[in-house]
């Protein structure tokens, strides 16, 4: 009952002492008390009055699921590694590294540990001035109002957001770009890759380990990077050619919002990622990218994905045996001058398996594979492939610049001279 229903009894209970006309019965009827709970409460009025039988029972007292002080200690402890985390992910970290691991059974017996509710986190980050990187201000009255949410694809595999974004994971100023793929039906993470910079290579390394564990999708969504859509009429770019191997489709994004899974999931992999690579002991990118797609691409599923509205899946898996390599590549055309091709600015001669060099005539146009993976250069010619040997360099055309005609006059005298 609330407290004006108990303070309304008491008046009846009191009431009764001079009226004998007054029943149980009648205050029963008022009140909702049963008269078992009325009996008690006339008892606490003989002992303590009115006031103070009207007061909680558990007034003044520390709630009994109240943390200690050790506990709070311990938690203010526990967060000084991760300097900026949110609400959720220290509570999981927390559940996850102390509550629920059997080598902190020790530190839970001690310090009175608790696995705590969500709310009560939010209270003692508030309580401690803790923020959270996750919390935005409110939006101005009158504010642009957020960008409406399409509907999921109904099947895993139907369609894949790609994205890449750069950050600085380590926090030592190296920053680096995580190409990351996002199945649309249950946002769950299918394989990313860390480069300097956001490349085809990047993509095209992530698109394989995409291939090899789930399959190919009917489509990738992306954005309008020269690397998806080239700016030359549409022309095929390096990553389409290889995604066109494996029949996948191309849809472009008019903006980020519109592939928003894919952008949330940034967000989340910038806001949780760099808290786990203290957690984890990740001590490089090397490291960092193969942990990534062995483990963390699982752990970050586990919590965030959810089952798609069909069951089913149109991910295609790759036959046994599959050559991942003769997709997954580069694919230049060269002409051949005195038996050699150039790339950049190398000058390479062409060898078959037993060392000896191949000429295949003078401007005869061949095809120049790259692997983007171990970046081995070879050409096929007639269904054999030959290795790429540097053997040379060629000079870059030097430039100068004049501000005259007399200092023209002097550089045209030097190159004659």
Same mark, same amino acid.
């Given at each position: 009952m609330?407290?004006?229903t108990k303070e309304r009894a008491i008046?009846?209970?009191?009431?009764?002492?001079? $009226?004998?006309?007054?029943s149980y019965a009648d205050i029963e009827r008022k009140t909702g008390y049963s008269r078992r709970q009325l009996m008690r409460l006339s008892k606490r009025v003989e002992q303590l009055g009115p006031e103070g039988a009207a007061a909680h029972g558990n007034a003044g007292r520390r709630p009994a699921t109240a943390a200690t002080d050790d506990e709070i200690r311990y938690l203010r402890k526990f967060k000084e590694p991760y300097r900026s985390i949110t609400i959720a992910q220290f509570r999981d970290i927390f559940i996850e590294d102390v509550i629920e691991n059997p080598d902190r059974? $020790?530190?839970?017996?001690?310090?009175?540990?608790?696995?705590?509710s969500r709310s009560w986190f939010r209270e003692l980050f508030r309580r401690e001035g803790w923020r959270s990187p996750a919390q935005r201000p409110e939006r101005a009255r009158g504010g642009r109002a957020a960008h409406p949410i399409r509907e999921p694809m109904p099947r895993r595999g139907m369609l894949v957001q790609v994205d890449g974004t750069p950050y600085d994971w380590f926090g030592n100023g190296d920053a680096r770009v995580l190409h990351i793929a996002v199945d649309d039906a249950t946002t769950e993470a299918l394989s990313g890759c860390f480069m300097p910079i956001?490349?085809?290579r990047g993509y095209a390394r992530m698109a394989e380990r995409m291939v090899r564990r789930s399959g190919a999708p009917e489509a990738v969504y992306s954005d309008r990077h020269s690397v998806f859509r080239s700016s030359k009429g549409g022309a095929a770019t390096q990553l389409s050619m290889m995604l066109s191997d494996l029949g996948v489709r191309m849809v472009f994004a008019g903006s980020p919002q519109a592939k928003g899974r894919v952008e949330r999931y940034n967000l989340t992999g910038q806001l949780r990622l760099v808290n786990d690579i203290i957690r984890f002991g990740i001590e490089d990118y090397d490291h960092l990218d193969s942990w990534f797609n062995e483990f963390y691409v699982d752990y970050l599923n586990r919590k965030f994905s959810f089952p798609p509205a069909e069951p089913g899946s149109e991910f295609r898996l790759m036959p046994e045996g599959f050559d991942y390599s003769s997709v997954f590549r580069i694919r230049l055309t060269r002409i051949s001058r005195s038996g050699m091709i150039s790339y950049e600015m190398g000058l390479y001669r062409m060898v078959d398996? $037993?060392?000896?060099?191949?000429?295949?005539?003078?401007g005869v146009r061949v095809n120049l594979f790259i692997d983007?993976?171990?970046?081995e250069m070879y050409v096929e010619r007639y269904g054999k492939r030959y290795a790429c040997v540097l053997c040379g360099v060629r000079e870059?055309?030097?430039? $100068?610049?004049?501000g005259n005609q007399r200092e023209l006059q002097d550089l045209l005298r030097k190159m004659r001279g």
């Open positions: 609330d407290k004006r008046e009846l209970l009191v009431a009764k002492r001079s $009226d004998p006309s007054i059974r $020790d530190d839970v017996e001690r310090y009175g540990l608790v696995a705590r956001e490349c085809m398996g $037993d060392g000896v060099v191949y000429d295949p005539g003078e983007v993976w171990t970046e870059h055309r030097k430039s $100068d610049l004049v």
